[in-house]
């Protein structure tokens, strides 16, 4: 699951910044969660390009993620990166490529009026679901599948529990950024009136790929494995249609 290009501009970003890293305190475990968890949706998005080559990938919160590069879609997939404007200029610096950079708050209204609305749309949030107060979450997604066509949505999901526990982890204090909820129920976002329809819930203690994890990671991430409740406290891929 390694990502040659992730690593060399973080080591860019640390060396210009001179942010010291070691701060946040980032467990192996964590570390292990978040490259299976990226693997996991870069899959989903592999599949759909391939299905739809003329197909439109839209990354919400983006960050300095490196999945256009990871996922090398057809050329005529256009992919639209979402973030502050602050993160976009980064971007641009730090990773330029052919994505369009949406540079916007993504709760603004009638931001996606930049996207195209007539062909196949897969929509992407990695991580951002626990950082946006309130609903607010539910109104972006419902922006979207409201405006474009058709598609899918990828997202990792987190229980109420899980974003609540995330408040206490060492890097989101570090950060200063208060959690909200998240939800239980993989069903639950077939009620927000977004039009969605669940595809499939994966929970990654469950994924071949722990077998690559490190020790003890693997040993307890194979143990959550044996029950439901406790793997979905971990890291889940939900997957839907609209």
């Not at 949505?153 to 200063?176: C, E, S």
């Amino acid at each position: 699951m390694g990502d040659t290009l992730a690593a060399t501009v973080a080591d860019r970003f640390a060396d210009d910044t001179g942010y010291d890293f070691a701060k946040l305190k980032v467990k192996p475990s964590l570390v292990a969660s978040t490259a299976l968890r990226a693997k996991k949706l870069d899959d989903v998005i592999r599949q759909f390009v391939t299905t739809h080559p003329d197909a439109v990938v839209v990354d919400l919160g983006s960050g300095l993620d490196t999945r256009l590069a990871r996922c090398t879609p057809p050329a005529g997939v256009d992919w639209y990166d979402v973030d502050f404007p602050e993160v976009t200029d980064l971007r641009q610096r730090y990773l330029p490529d052919r994505s369009h950079q949406v540079a916007t708050d993504v709760t603004e209204p009638d931001w996606s009026q930049t996207l195209p609305d007539d062909r196949p749309t897969i929509i992407v949030a990695e991580g951002l679901l626990p950082f946006l107060p309130g609903d607010s979450f539910q109104n972006v997604i419902r922006q979207l599948t409201t405006r474009l066509q058709a598609g899918e949505l990828a997202l990792n999901g987190y229980t109420r529990f899980a974003a609540w526990a995330m408040r206490y982890h060492p890097p989101i204090k570090a950060l200063g950024i208060d959690a909200a909820q998240g939800f239980d129920d993989p069903h639950e976002p077939e009620r927000w009136n977004a039009g969605l329809t669940l595809v499939a819930e994966q929970l990654l203690t469950r994924a071949p790929e722990v077998a690559a994890f490190p020790q003890p990671v693997r040993a307890l991430t194979r143990l959550m494995a044996h029950n439901t409740a406790m793997s979905r406290r971990g890291t889940r891929i939900l997957h839907y249609r609209f």
